[in-house]
């Protein structure tokens, strides 16, 4: 089970970035999808997930309103749109493979490598 997460890079406040989270074992259809993201010396925090069940989706209230996660079937491809950035967003992101729905990083079982979005003037 592999995922790559990318996307990230450099933007400036108020700017937008989209990562994207690509299987290449799997259908991600099977699994519930989580983005996370980790800054050093803190836990690593769930930001958004969708359901693999009915493709409903949730957001930590930090980015509730910026942040918009989806997914394309057809290119086996989970999306985190992130508009209105503040330097606060900058972190590693993860995205994350799980059976269920869940805020909890323990409950994912397979991950991707992370990609750094870092948010500057």
């Known amino acids: 089970v592999q995922l790559q997460a990318s996307g990230g890079g450099l933007a400036q406040p108020g700017g937008s970035l989209r990562l994207s989270c690509v299987a290449s074992?799997?259908?991600?259809?099977?699994?519930?999808i989580g983005w996370f993201r980790q800054v050093p010396g803190k836990e690593r925090e769930q930001i958004s997930c969708?359901?693999?069940?009915?493709?409903?989706?949730t957001y930590a209230d930090s980015v509730k309103g910026r942040f918009t996660i989806s997914k394309d079937s057809s290119k086996n491809t989970v999306y985190l749109q992130m508009n209105s950035l503040k330097p606060e967003d900058t972190a590693v992101y993860y995205c994350?493979?799980?059976?269920?729905?869940?805020?909890?990083?323990?409950?994912?079982?397979?991950w991707g490598q992370g990609t750094q979005v870092t948010v500057s003037s």
């Open positions: 074992t799997f259908s991600l259809d099977l699994y519930a």
């Open positions: 969708i359901s693999s069940y009915d493709g409903s989706t």
């Open positions: 994350a493979a799980g059976a269920v729905q869940s805020g909890l990083p323990g409950q994912y079982d397979y």
